[in-house]
Antibody, heavy 113, light 107 residues
Framework: EVQLVETGGGLIQPGGSLRLSCVASGVTLSSNYLSWVRQAPGKGLEWVSLINTDGFTHYTDSVRGRFSLSSDNSKNTVYLQMNSLTTEDTAVYYC???????WGQGTLVTVSS | DIQMTQSPSSLSASVGDRITITCRASQGIGNDLGWYQQKPGKAPKRLISVASTLQSGVPSRFSGSGSGTEFTLTISSLQPEDFATYYCLQYKSHPWTFGQGTKVEIK
Protein backbone atom coordinates (compact mmCIF):
# COMPACT_ATOMS: atom_id res chain seq x y z
CA GLU A 1 0.00 0.00 0.00
CA VAL A 2 1.30 3.41 -0.98
CA GLN A 3 1.54 5.91 1.85
CA LEU A 4 2.69 9.52 1.64
CA VAL A 5 3.25 11.56 4.79
CA GLU A 6 3.85 15.29 4.79
CA THR A 7 5.58 17.04 7.67
CA GLY A 8 7.05 20.44 8.35
CA GLY A 9 4.05 22.72 8.35
CA GLY A 10 3.45 25.35 11.00
CA LEU A 11 3.12 29.03 11.75
CA ILE A 12 5.67 31.28 10.09
CA GLN A 13 5.99 35.05 9.78
CA PRO A 14 5.78 36.78 6.40
CA GLY A 15 9.15 36.74 4.69
CA GLY A 16 10.17 33.57 6.47
CA SER A 17 11.13 30.15 5.19
CA LEU A 18 9.85 26.66 5.77
CA ARG A 19 10.76 23.22 4.44
CA LEU A 20 8.11 20.60 3.92
CA SER A 21 8.92 16.91 3.63
CA CYS A 22 7.02 14.15 1.87
CA VAL A 23 8.08 10.67 2.95
CA ALA A 24 6.85 7.68 0.99
CA SER A 25 6.35 4.04 1.83
CA GLY A 26 5.21 1.30 -0.47
CA VAL A 27 6.62 3.11 -3.48
CA THR A 28 9.99 4.39 -4.65
CA LEU A 29 9.67 8.12 -5.18
CA SER A 30 12.64 8.32 -7.54
CA SER A 31 10.66 6.18 -9.99
CA ASN A 32 7.65 8.48 -9.85
CA TYR A 33 6.64 12.06 -10.44
CA LEU A 34 5.91 13.82 -7.15
CA SER A 35 3.78 16.94 -6.96
CA TRP A 36 2.82 19.39 -4.28
CA VAL A 37 -0.73 20.71 -4.32
CA ARG A 38 -2.08 23.32 -1.95
CA GLN A 39 -5.47 24.45 -0.77
CA ALA A 40 -6.00 27.81 0.88
CA PRO A 41 -8.70 27.92 3.55
CA GLY A 42 -12.12 27.60 1.94
CA LYS A 43 -10.64 27.61 -1.57
CA GLY A 44 -10.02 25.13 -4.36
CA LEU A 45 -7.01 23.02 -5.20
CA GLU A 46 -3.91 24.63 -6.70
CA TRP A 47 -1.09 22.59 -8.24
CA VAL A 48 2.21 24.06 -7.01
CA SER A 49 5.19 22.07 -8.23
CA LEU A 50 6.48 18.75 -9.53
CA ILE A 51 9.73 16.84 -9.63
CA ASN A 52 10.04 14.20 -12.31
CA THR A 53 12.05 11.01 -12.48
CA ASP A 54 15.02 12.85 -14.02
CA GLY A 55 15.02 15.35 -11.18
CA PHE A 56 13.64 18.09 -13.41
CA THR A 57 11.28 20.47 -11.65
CA HIS A 58 8.25 22.55 -12.63
CA TYR A 59 6.52 25.30 -10.67
CA THR A 60 3.40 27.36 -10.92
CA ASP A 61 4.09 31.02 -11.67
CA SER A 62 3.19 32.33 -8.21
CA VAL A 63 5.93 30.31 -6.47
CA ARG A 64 8.66 30.11 -9.12
CA GLY A 65 11.86 31.63 -7.73
CA ARG A 66 10.66 31.29 -4.14
CA PHE A 67 9.96 27.56 -3.82
CA SER A 68 12.32 24.76 -4.76
CA LEU A 69 12.06 20.99 -4.84
CA SER A 70 14.72 18.46 -3.99
CA SER A 71 14.85 14.80 -3.18
CA ASP A 72 16.82 12.38 -1.01
CA ASN A 73 16.49 8.96 -2.58
CA SER A 74 18.14 7.27 0.41
CA LYS A 75 15.28 8.53 2.57
CA ASN A 76 12.61 8.14 -0.12
CA THR A 77 11.72 11.74 0.60
CA VAL A 78 10.96 14.85 -1.43
CA TYR A 79 11.38 18.31 0.07
CA LEU A 80 9.65 21.57 -0.75
CA GLN A 81 11.75 24.53 0.34
CA MET A 82 9.57 27.61 0.64
CA ASN A 83 11.21 31.02 0.94
CA SER A 84 9.93 34.60 1.06
CA LEU A 85 6.57 33.37 2.30
CA THR A 86 3.55 35.66 2.13
CA THR A 87 0.07 35.42 3.60
CA GLU A 88 -1.06 34.20 0.16
CA ASP A 89 0.92 31.00 0.77
CA THR A 90 -1.25 30.02 3.74
CA ALA A 91 -2.75 26.65 2.85
CA VAL A 92 -2.83 22.94 3.46
CA TYR A 93 -0.01 21.46 1.38
CA TYR A 94 -0.44 17.96 -0.01
CA CYS A 95 2.11 15.81 -1.76
CA UNK A 96 0.79 13.47 -4.43
CA UNK A 97 2.35 10.77 -6.58
CA UNK A 98 2.33 10.42 -10.32
CA UNK A 99 -0.69 11.94 -12.01
CA UNK A 100 -1.96 12.62 -8.48
CA UNK A 101 -3.05 9.04 -7.96
CA UNK A 102 -2.05 8.88 -4.29
CA TRP A 103 -2.11 11.72 -1.79
CA GLY A 104 -0.79 12.41 1.67
CA GLN A 105 -2.99 13.75 4.45
CA GLY A 106 -1.63 17.28 4.10
CA THR A 107 0.26 19.68 6.34
CA LEU A 108 -0.97 23.17 7.24
CA VAL A 109 1.24 26.18 6.58
CA THR A 110 0.08 29.43 8.14
CA VAL A 111 1.88 32.63 7.22
CA SER A 112 0.96 35.34 9.66
CA SER A 113 2.52 37.99 11.84
CA ASP B 1 -1.11 28.28 -19.28
CA ILE B 2 -4.13 26.07 -19.87
CA GLN B 3 -7.24 27.31 -18.08
CA MET B 4 -9.84 24.80 -16.90
CA THR B 5 -13.37 26.15 -16.61
CA GLN B 6 -15.57 23.90 -14.51
CA SER B 7 -19.34 24.17 -14.23
CA PRO B 8 -21.51 24.41 -12.34
CA SER B 9 -19.71 25.74 -9.25
CA SER B 10 -22.34 24.10 -7.09
CA LEU B 11 -25.46 22.03 -7.46
CA SER B 12 -28.16 20.64 -5.23
CA ALA B 13 -29.43 17.17 -5.95
CA SER B 14 -31.29 14.31 -4.34
CA VAL B 15 -30.22 10.75 -3.68
CA GLY B 16 -30.81 8.79 -6.87
CA ASP B 17 -30.40 11.75 -9.20
CA ARG B 18 -28.15 11.71 -12.24
CA ILE B 19 -25.73 14.62 -12.30
CA THR B 20 -23.16 15.88 -14.79
CA ILE B 21 -20.21 18.18 -14.19
CA THR B 22 -18.36 19.77 -17.10
CA CYS B 23 -14.79 20.96 -17.55
CA ARG B 24 -13.67 22.96 -20.55
CA ALA B 25 -10.02 23.46 -21.38
CA SER B 26 -8.77 26.67 -22.96
CA GLN B 27 -6.86 24.57 -25.50
CA GLY B 28 -6.82 20.95 -26.51
CA ILE B 29 -5.45 18.54 -23.94
CA GLY B 30 -6.20 15.23 -25.62
CA ASN B 31 -7.40 12.99 -22.83
CA ASP B 32 -4.88 14.17 -20.22
CA LEU B 33 -7.52 14.87 -17.61
CA GLY B 34 -8.41 13.49 -14.21
CA TRP B 35 -11.38 13.86 -11.89
CA TYR B 36 -11.03 14.10 -8.12
CA GLN B 37 -13.43 13.94 -5.22
CA GLN B 38 -12.77 15.78 -1.98
CA LYS B 39 -14.72 15.56 1.24
CA PRO B 40 -14.36 18.18 3.99
CA GLY B 41 -11.11 17.91 5.91
CA LYS B 42 -9.82 15.09 3.71
CA ALA B 43 -7.28 14.77 0.93
CA PRO B 44 -8.66 14.53 -2.59
CA LYS B 45 -9.21 11.11 -4.09
CA ARG B 46 -8.75 10.36 -7.76
CA LEU B 47 -11.86 8.90 -9.39
CA ILE B 48 -10.95 8.92 -13.07
CA SER B 49 -7.77 9.25 -15.10
CA VAL B 50 -7.12 9.81 -18.81
CA ALA B 51 -10.61 11.27 -19.04
CA SER B 52 -12.55 8.04 -18.75
CA THR B 53 -10.63 5.32 -16.88
CA LEU B 54 -12.26 4.52 -13.57
CA GLN B 55 -9.81 3.97 -10.73
CA SER B 56 -9.83 0.64 -8.95
CA GLY B 57 -12.44 0.56 -6.21
CA VAL B 58 -14.44 3.51 -7.53
CA PRO B 59 -18.13 2.62 -7.99
CA SER B 60 -19.35 2.17 -11.55
CA ARG B 61 -21.96 4.90 -11.11
CA PHE B 62 -19.09 7.31 -11.79
CA SER B 63 -18.07 7.80 -15.40
CA GLY B 64 -16.00 10.24 -17.37
CA SER B 65 -16.03 11.20 -21.00
CA GLY B 66 -14.63 13.70 -23.44
CA SER B 67 -11.44 14.62 -25.20
CA GLY B 68 -9.81 17.71 -26.56
CA THR B 69 -11.41 20.64 -24.78
CA GLU B 70 -14.67 19.36 -23.27
CA PHE B 71 -15.01 16.76 -20.56
CA THR B 72 -17.76 15.50 -18.31
CA LEU B 73 -18.05 13.61 -15.05
CA THR B 74 -21.36 11.84 -14.58
CA ILE B 75 -22.75 10.20 -11.48
CA SER B 76 -25.61 8.02 -12.66
CA SER B 77 -27.42 7.63 -9.34
CA LEU B 78 -26.24 9.90 -6.57
CA GLN B 79 -25.59 8.21 -3.24
CA PRO B 80 -25.30 9.84 0.21
CA GLU B 81 -21.53 9.33 0.24
CA ASP B 82 -21.16 11.21 -3.06
CA PHE B 83 -21.94 14.59 -1.56
CA ALA B 84 -18.55 16.27 -1.87
CA THR B 85 -16.59 18.69 -4.01
CA TYR B 86 -15.31 17.53 -7.39
CA TYR B 87 -12.36 18.88 -9.35
CA CYS B 88 -10.94 18.28 -12.79
CA LEU B 89 -7.19 18.49 -13.45
CA GLN B 90 -5.35 18.81 -16.74
CA TYR B 91 -1.87 17.34 -16.89
CA LYS B 92 -1.23 17.88 -20.57
CA SER B 93 1.26 20.67 -19.96
CA HIS B 94 2.88 22.58 -17.14
CA PRO B 95 1.68 24.21 -15.05
CA TRP B 96 -0.94 21.57 -14.34
CA THR B 97 -4.24 23.28 -13.60
CA PHE B 98 -7.39 22.39 -11.70
CA GLY B 99 -10.92 23.48 -12.39
CA GLN B 100 -12.51 25.70 -9.77
CA GLY B 101 -14.47 22.81 -8.24
CA THR B 102 -18.12 21.77 -8.08
CA LYS B 103 -19.74 21.37 -4.69
CA VAL B 104 -22.49 18.76 -4.75
CA GLU B 105 -24.99 19.34 -1.96
CA ILE B 106 -28.07 17.54 -0.73
CA LYS B 107 -31.38 19.00 -1.90
Amino acid sequence: EVQLVETGGGLIQPGGSLRLSCVASGVTLSSNYLSWVRQAPGKGLEWVSLINTDGFTHYTDSVRGRFSLSSDNSKNTVYLQMNSLTTEDTAVYYCARGWLSDWGQGTLVTVSS
Amino acid sequence: DIQMTQSPSSLSASVGDRITITCRASQGIGNDLGWYQQKPGKAPKRLISVASTLQSGVPSRFSGSGSGTEFTLTISSLQPEDFATYYCLQYKSHPWTFGQGTKVEIK
